[in-house]
């Protein structure tokens, strides 16, 4: 596995002017609050999002979709689900039956997306072309499959046109698929990492169309709904970190000064055996499960270092700007405490079984996939795959069921897109060969650059889509519809 999702590329300057838009307006008491808040010790204690536990092979769960939300210990009109965000954590097992109650109590159209569960995409499963009109409830039911990785995951909205307004909004939260032959760690800790931007009276900022174009950044960036928590670990013991990158357009190139993490694996694909990483970079939609286990006291912080995601393709920036586009921000206070006589965890060495590896399999078939569009000027295009914007009455790709495919997948222009396939993991097989199988759900394709997959379409028949999980070109067009037959 390499240690990041993409080939390293060089940095480039992004466009600087039209960014955040109407959430420049952030100012006032809101934006005093927010200044105020920053510090270097923290703000609150660390705090997860309430748990939904299945029993006996059944998870039944009410998700609310409505606005009015504590976020950063202030009360706003941002979004959530049942007046949380993150909303509840669904805690599952493979094999498990899962019902979810979607009630809409929102002003437009909405759905339900499982991000990463390998479960069907039909009927009133993982079916991202369901509407569920404002003031209406649907159910959703899913069946973890028996052999389902355990991993963590995510949940959001996914009707199209309205996706990034819902998530930037605050509507999502977090999956956990448990499983056997799992770490035993002395804490097993969840961050869902989310951003957004708030006008002065606790509104989520709108966005203009130069905002979508780049892809919004929120100016208030939150692990579980809280701004730089105090994260307190024990030193000499183990935990498990879970942690979420939800932000609709921010990558985040993680780092705690002064530690190393024992990479699990990223999107729920387990590693044989875990991996010391210095850094870890997640696009939005990606997750990583990661060991942290601290030998020394002392104060540090948990941060997203910049990363460079690419232009408009104006050469430098409009008007002469040259900025990162995911700034570098610090996202938690970690103090180091004094640690136990004995930690509870136990040395594990991984599943220790090879991941799947179909680099040793037979492909069925060869696709291409093109991503365009974008620019600036004279030159400015819709976004989408091969010229084509999203038509969901078109079926883009159609696949057959027990093949194993390869995609390469190609980015004509000058920004990075993360691609997302929905319920079919990816292993990542160009354009540079890892020693161990790489699978994700999100695999960025730099600017200007490719990447090959491939795919194991095993089952689940039905409809689906892949997209740029950068969720305002999602919502812009750069989203095909695949079908399994």
């Known amino acids: 596995m390499t240690p990041d999702p993409r080939p390293p590329v060089s940095r480039r300057a992004v466009v600087a002017a039209g960014g955040l838009g109407a959430a420049a307006v952030a100012v006032g008491a809101w934006g005093t609050w927010q200044a105020v808040g920053r510090s270097s010790t923290g703000g609150a204690s660390f705090a997860e999002p309430p748990v939904s536990r299945s029993a006996d092979g059944l998870l ?23 007046g ?5 954590t669904l805690v599952v097992r493979p094999g498990d039956l899962v019902r979810v109650t979607l009630r809409n109590r929102l002003d437009q159209a909405t759905n339900l997306h499982t991000h990463g569960l390998h479960v069907s995409p039909a009927g009133k499963s993982d079916n991202v072309f369901r509407v569920v009109g404002p003031g209406t409830d649907a159910d959703y039911e899913y069946r973890i499959p028996d052999d389902h990785p355990a991993g963590t995951f995510w949940y959001h909205p996914h009707h199209h046109g309205t996706v990034t307004d819902q998530v930037f909004g605050g509507l999502l939260g977090a999956i956990i698929v448990t499983g056997p032959d799992q770490p035993v760690v002395d804490r097993d800790r969840l961050l869902v ?13 709108a966005a203009d169309h130069m905002d979508a174009m780049l892809g919004r950044e929120g100016d208030l960036v939150l692990v579980n709904g809280l701004q730089q928590p105090r994260i307190e670990v024990a030193a000499g013991t183990t935990e498990r970190w879970r942690i979420v990158n939800t932000c609709v357009s921010r990558f985040l190139d993680l780092e705690i000064e002064g530690q190393t993490w024992q990479l699990l ?3 729920g694909q387990a590693l044989r055996a875990p991996q010391e990483r210095d850094s870890l970079l997640l696009a939005p939609g990606n997750r990583v499960d990661v060991l942290v286990s601290p030998s020394a006291t002392g104060s540090t912080t948990l941060r997203s270092r910049s990363y460079d995601r690419g232009d408009m393709g104006m050469g430098g920036g409009m008007m002469g700007g040259k900025v990162d586009s995911s700034k570098d921000v610090t996202l938690a206070a970690v103090t180091i405490t004094p640690g136990p006589d004995a930690s509870r965890a136990v040395s594990w060495r991984g599943p220790g079984v ?37 038509d969901p009455d078109r079926v883009d790709q159609k696949l057959r069921l027990g093949t194993v495919e390869e995609w390469t997948i190609t ?16 292993q990542i097989v160009g354009p540079e060969e890892s020693a161990e199988p790489d699978w994700r759900d999100v695999v960025i394709v730099p600017a200007n650059g490719q990447v090959t997959v ?12 892949y997209h740029c999980h950068i969720l305002d070109h999602e919502d812009l067009g750069m989203m095909g519809v695949v079908e399994a037959v």
């Open 354 to 390: 090879p991941a799947r590896d179909l680099r040793r399999t037979s492909v069925d078939r060869s696709r291409q996939l093109t991503m365009t569009g974008g620019g600036m000027g004279m030159g400015m295009t819709e976004f989408g795959f091969g010229g084509r914007t999203f």
């Open 84 to 88: 949380h965000s993150p909303g509840p």
């Open 193 to 205: 990492i989310s951003d957004t931007s708030l006008t002065s009276d606790g509104t989520v900022a």
């Open 60 to 82: 039944e769960v009410v998700l609310e979709a409505a606005p009015g939300v504590t976020l950063a210990g202030r009360s706003t009109h941002a979004l959530g689900y049942n």
């Open 411 to 426: 980015n004509t222009t000058t920004m990075d897109h993360p691609f997302h396939l929905h319920v079919w993991p990816m």
């Open 454 to 465: 491939r795919v194991d379409v095993r089952d689940h028949p039905g409809r689906t889509v």
């Open 265 to 267: 694996g990223y999107d």
